[in-house]
Each structure stands twice: as C-alpha cells, then as structure tokens.
C-alpha cells in the first residue's frame, strides 16, 4: 500500500527540485516570497502527492479522491488568479494576465503561429498520461465534473456527438483564419476567446448539471476534443473483460458518457473516456481494468495513477496564469 505513495513522494521531489535548481526567475511560489521557501513547497506539494496517490489506490474509494484532488486543483488555481488580477503580481507565473479560458491553449499558439508554455505542457501531459488532462489537470474540468455530479447521467448517449464536436473545432479554426487574415486587434480576438469561455461556464451551470454529464468538456471545449482523438499516442487503454455481467452500474459513475449499453457490450468504453477510473468504483467483479502494454491490469493501473497523480501535484505546484 506504501510503495505508490512513497514512488510519487519521491518523483514529485526529483521534478519540482529540477525546476528549483534549474529556472533562475522562481516559479515555484513560495520561493517569489522567501529565499529557500520553494524548498518548503517542494515538501508540502510532494506529500500531498503521496496522499491521494495512498487514498486513490483503493478502487472503491478513487472516484471520491480523484473529485477531490480534481477540485483542490482548480481552487488553488482560481484563487492564485483572483489574487493576480487583486493586483497581487507574484501569483501571476510572468506578472502578466492572461485569460484562463482552455480553448487559449489551443488558439492562442495558431492565432500568434507560435508555441506557449501552456500548449507544451498540455502536449506533454497528451504523450505520457494520455487523457489525464481531462480528468485531473484541466480547472475548467473540474467545475463541469462538480456540476455533473449533482445527478445522475442522464441514459443514452448525448445526440450528434462527434458531429457537435468537430463542427465546433473546426469553427474555431475557421475563425482563427479569419482574425489572422483581416488582421483583427488582439483587443477584440480576446473578447471573442472571453465570450466563449462565458457560454462554456453557461452551459456547465445549466446544461452539464441537468444531464449528469461534463457537456461542456464532451462538446463545447476544442482541447476536449483534442484529448479524446490524440490520447491514442500514448499506450495506455482501458477495456471490458469477458467476466462482465452487464449490470450497467458503472454507467452511474461515468460523466463522460462513455460507458451507454452498446460500448460495455462492446468491452471498451467509447472514445470519451478519459480513463479517470471512476468506473471501477461500481465493478465488484472487477471487470473494468487498465492495460498497458504487457503489464498486468494491477500494475498497469499502478502506473497509470504513478504518472497522473505526479503530474497532478507537480501541475498544482506550477499551474498559474
């Protein structure tokens, strides 16, 4: 029971230490305030780590602490950018503010033809863990989780789907185009980016928490899409074993919508999923299982919480505006 715990403790020191030795402006925050103080987070954020990775372990208890980890995430980060824009500049990553909305991830490197950090680490997160970004790293994310929670997903699948999905991602590089191409001030493309981060807050307020599913991440949000499509790069699966008895109680337990009659049938869950694990929480014959390679389902799922809860941490550690 200790030995994922202690894994993580130790690999959240090794990775924020590099970015404390090796990054001369300080980005860990309590360094901003005292000399040294970088070292004392460094030990606060890895022993967070080392909970939830104890806590999330058990099967039956690691939709609750995902929920939690997931929410404390998006708390930290909210609150760092209500202190920024209070005038407190030392919560801000460069002392500059820049608009919290996920779709800037993706539209602000094609509007500018030019990477961002964000963009880098949303990548980065893409290739080692795969759809974690949806499931514990986005602050977006975890408020349409939070409203979805407050009931239980409506049956069947969300209608047109995949067609709301790409007509939205392609809108939005189609407007991209367009700003670039008329040369549109920065002023009014970020009022656009705002007006678009309101109606997704809209519909996770109204929408997600009447259906019982993260609509806003399933078919409004472009990085959403972006995860379900580009997390086939990275090796991690989740599938459906023969010993299931169709019981479809793990579909309680999925706000992804990505576990209706016909995809546990099928033993996989559909292309929405995010591989969060909340479903197992429901399969007491232990049906539902992580794989990775030629890992057995147990160590494959050990990994998989290994690298997310790391990141997690090292993310709450670092994610600022």
Known sequence: MLKLPVAVFLFIVLLLSIVQIK????????ERFMDGGGWIEILLIALYGGFIAFKIQDVYQSHKWRRISWTIFSIFFFSQLLLGLLGFEKFLMTGELHLPVPLMIMAGPLYRLELSIMTLLFLSTLIITGPAWCSQLCYFGAIDNLAARNQKPEPGKIRNLKGIKFMSILLIIAVIIVLRWFKVPVYYSTLLAAGFGVIGVGIILIISSRKGKMVHCLAWCPIGTLVNYGKFINPFRMYIDSSCTLCMKCRSYCNYDALNPEDIKSGKPSITCTYCGDCLSACHVNSIKYKFFRLNPVAA?????????SFHAVFLALGRI
Not at 23 to 30: A, D, T
């Open 301 to 309: 799922r050990r990994l998989y919480l290994f690298l997310t809860v």
């Open 23 to 30: 990054i001369v402006n300080p980005i860990i925050l309590l």
